[in-house]
């Protein structure tokens, strides 16, 4: 039996915004379904925080629309899906294992028009994920525009109700 948590790295475009090589992932992150990773975004709002980009929050609707407020741009609206991505698990030989990761699929539009596909696979996502609330708690379903920029620092979900009220006076 495999112990997917003694392999070297995961090679594979699982990514956020770059490819990932990891050494500590579990038999548990591998093991999640599309299912099941759809259970834990559909119908709400998630934070992901990273020193790198700051603040993401998505307003993940049943419906299959995604609301995505980054930390220092506009608001994103497009569409996601979950899905399944290849990746291959590298052991201390080099021997590879193919196979697949469950993954939340968005499509996005591209600021320099037409659209993007932008995936997460549970196996960085789940990791990143710091916060989750039911509903659209920044009704960000009814907004064009992203409430204000947020910048890098961590801020929970209070701090961030907290400033839209302050800069939406």
């Known amino acids: 039996m495999f112990r997917f948590a003694r392999f070297a790295a995961i090679l594979a475009a699982l990514t956020l915004t ?33 020193q790198e980009d700051g603040n993401l929050v998505e307003y993940f609707a049943s419906n299959g629309k995604v609301y995505v407020w980054p930390a220092r741009a506009n608001m994103l609206i497009g569409t996601w899906e979950p899905c399944t991505k290849d990746a291959a698990l590298v052991d201390d030989s080099g021997q590879k294992k193919p196979l697949k990761i469950a993954a939340i699929c968005r499509t996005l539009p591209n600021p320099e028009g037409g659209t993007q596909t932008w995936n997460s696979t549970w196996v960085v996502f789940g990791r990143q994920i710091v916060e989750r609330a039911e509903g659209d708690i920044f009704s960000l379903s009814k907004r064009t525009d992203a409430p204000y920029w947020m910048g890098k620092r961590s801020v929970d979900f209070k701090g961030l109700q907290a400033n839209i009220k302050k800069y939406t006076k």
């Not at 500590?24 to 709002?45: H, I, M, Y």
């Open 18 to 50: 770059t490819p990932v090589m990891a050494q500590d992932v579990t038999d548990e992150e591998l093991a999640v379904t599309p299912a099941q990773f759809k259970a834990v975004v559909s119908g709400r709002t998630v934070r992901t925080y990273s």
